[in-house]
């Protein structure tokens, strides 16, 4: 399957951009789907990840009650709502693709990758 990640930009703190990624090649649906984030000088880090369904979701503690990853399975597509955003949350966001639901398993763990969206967050 090959992702492809959208929806970047440049926002002010407490505003809000919603993230997209388009699967091709195979049915989103197969897989579970994560989003990660990569700030400058930083290591990469999980922020959600939905199951093949949609009917289970986990946050890092540090996106809880902001972000909402949601899937459209018909468009092939998943989501990342991203709301009251924050300087830190200045990154290169990307989604990956897994076979598998897990709340723990790391981004080596995911076996496609989309190429990076780039969101900004001024103070």
């Known amino acids: 399957v090959q992702l492809q990640a959208s929806g970047g930009g440049l926002v002010q703190a407490g505003g809000s951009l919603r993230l997209s990624c388009a699967a091709s090649?195979?049915?989103?649906?197969?897989?579970?789907m994560a989003w990660f984030r990569q700030a400058p000088g930083k290591e990469r880090e999980f922020v959600a990840v939905?199951?093949?369904?949609?009917?289970?979701?986990y946050y890092a503690d540090s996106v809880k009650g902001r972000f909402t990853i949601s899937r459209d399975n018909a468009k092939n597509t998943v989501y990342l709502q991203m709301n009251c955003l924050k300087p830190e949350d200045t990154a290169v966001y990307y989604c990956?693709?897994?076979?598998?639901?897990?709340?723990?398993?790391?981004?080596?763990?995911?076996?496609?990758w989309g190429q990076g969206t780039l969101v900004t967050v001024s103070s």
């Open positions: 090649g195979r049915a989103v649906s197969s897989y579970a």
């Open positions: 939905i199951s093949r369904s949609g009917s289970s979701t």
């Open positions: 990956a693709a897994d076979l598998y639901y897990s709340k723990t398993l790391p981004g080596s763990g995911y076996d496609y």
